[in-house]
């Protein structure tokens, strides 16, 4: 009956030896349903195979060299997509073979199953599969709404998919080891890598899965690393600083490698390694994520910017002290030291207002940290679309201090109405080739204009502000809610 399936044996909870007190904890508590078991991991086994997956890129490499030079591995699988052929495979095996290992190159796609099956078959009996260490990945970086699914899946294909049919292939062998490497993007999160998070997200539920099932697995939520070479090689001088300021440092390959052993100890199935700098995690205030609130002590501290409910606060209030020109260049020096802080520049002089965002060389990423770190200043909740929609320093400056109450009455109106007014022309052009719609839209706009003779005194203020606040998708219907 049991292998018919008429009955199931009751539930088996799992825990490493080196995590006994917590299991008899558990126990004590009557939590458990069946048995608790305890698992004695095995030994690694220098005779045995240890396979690493992107062993092209620049941390399996470096991976690969430690298990053989410091951890006395003797048989290694190295698979790619390119296998013999990838860049440095060649100056690699030699160096690993140089320092007496045997080694194995293969060309294979992980994420297919058959490919991946075929490979482990042909590892030698004499010298079994025992450690897996799954360091492929690819990197697809892009704000959640330019994802498309094509790029969701060329960045989980790799991770996810290989890791599942690792894990599947491998059940039922004696491993000692096994290993995925994750990023902390998945545990934090990461502006700009949605699909990059997921992929790593899936990675550290996979290892905890293992766990529970008794199987080793310890997923590694990687902080970055100094290595100029594979996916760290994209990043450039600006995403670097942006790691800085996130509170990140980078870690150096003693310390990579250190942390890599270190994990092995813990009987934990998943870990972040990260060189956090908590000084700058004390700095970020509300912007540091709460998952990292436990590692820093804070002080309270006094928002600035706009206040629930009466549209003030301090910064609202020094505007509206000031005169025109001196609130215009106040907000003008506000914007650009935030520009300075993002791009990393040693001062705001060279920065031109006239020049768009995009020449002075922001990009999706940036933008979006410009818009958290204004939020932050200001108090406001500013759209994701801010920086695009008002695209020099000059017009953002200007929109900040319509937001924040610090313009005259009679000139905020006459803005907010030029501004929406920008915002439907740019609707406009994305229509002009369709008839119907535009046909639609004149009947409503030559209906907004009769809002502008005499009987419409007062009116421009509320055409403006729904003008406003109506994004491209929402022009139609933000036109049918005026009631013409």
Avoid at 5 to 33: D, H, K, M
Avoid at 95 to 112: K, S
Avoid at 149 to 176: C, F, I, M, N, Q
Avoid at 337 to 353: F, H, K, R, W
Wanted: aromatic share 4%; charged share 20%; with cysteine.
């Amino acid at each position: 009956m049991f292998a018919s399936g008429v009955l199931r044996p009751l539930p088996v909870a799992q825990w490493s030896v080196t995590r006994a007190p917590e299991a008899f904890r558990y126990l004590s508590q009557a939590r458990n349903i069946g048995k608790v078991v305890l698992t004695v991991p095995a030994p690694p086994d220098p005779g045995g195979t240890v396979l690493i997956t992107g062993a092209s890129g620049a941390l399996g490499g470096l991976v690969a060299r430690h298990l053989v030079a410091v951890r006395g591995v003797r048989h290694l699988t190295l698979l790619s997509r390119r296998g013999p052929d990838a860049p440095g495979m060649a100056e690699l095996t030699a160096e690993l073979r140089g320092l007496g290992a045997e080694v194995q190159v293969a060309a294979c796609d992980t994420a297919d199953r058959d490919a991946l099956a075929a490979v482990l078959a042909e590892i030698p009996s004499d010298a079994p599969l025992t450690g897996v260490i799954h360091a492929a990945g690819l990197l697809d970086d892009g704000v959640l709404g330019s994802l498309t699914p094509e790029r969701v899946e060329a960045v989980l294909r790799p991770k996810v998919d290989g890791a599942w049919h690792l894990h599947e292939l491998t059940a039922g062998l004696d491993l000692s080891m096994f290993v995925l490497f994750s990023s902390v993007a998945g545990t934090v999160g990461s502006p700009g890598q949605g699909n990059y998070a997921a992929a790593n997200a899936f990675l550290d539920a996979l290892a905890a899965h293992r766990s529970g099932l008794g199987l080793p697995g310890v997923s590694l939520a990687w902080g970055g690393w100094e290595q100029a070479g594979g996916m760290a090689g994209k990043l450039g001088a600006v995403d670097r600083r942006r790691m800085s300021r996130s509170g990140s440092r980078a870690l150096t390959d003693a310390e990579g490698l250190a942390l890599l052993d270190a994990s092995a100890a813990t009987g934990e199935a998943v870990l972040v390694p990260d060189h956090l700098d908590l000084a700058v995690l004390r700095g970020l205030g509300d912007a540091l994520p709460p998952l990292l609130s436990g590692l820093v002590r804070r002080t309270a501290r006094r928002s600035v910017g706009r206040s629930t409910g009466d549209g003030g606060g301090a910064l609202s209030a020094q505007l509206a002290a000031m005169a025109d020109v001196e609130r215009g260049a106040a907000l003008l020096d506000l914007v650009h030291a935030q520009v300075a802080m993002v791009l990393g520049m040693s001062g705001t002089e060279t920065i031109d207002p006239g020049r768009t965002f995009k020449e002075l060389g922001f990009d999706s990423l940036t933008s979006l940290e410009l818009r958290n770190r204004l939020n932050s200043v200001t108090g406001l909740r500013l759209p994701a679309t801010v920086i695009f929609d008002h695209p020099t320093s000059d017009a953002l400056g200007a929109y900040l201090g319509r937001e924040l109450g610090g313009a005259p009455n009679g000139e905020a109106s006459v803005e907010q109405a030029f501004s929406g007014l920008d915002t439907v022309e740019s609707s406009v052009q994305k229509i002009v080739e369709d008839e119907a719609a535009r046909a639609r839209f004149a009947t409503r706009l030559r209906g907004i204009l009769a809002l502008l003779g005499p009987s419409a005194e007062g009116a421009d203020a509320s055409v403006a502000e729904k003008i406003q606040a109506a994004s491209d998708d929402d022009v139609f219907e933000f036109i049918d809610n005026l009631g013409i």
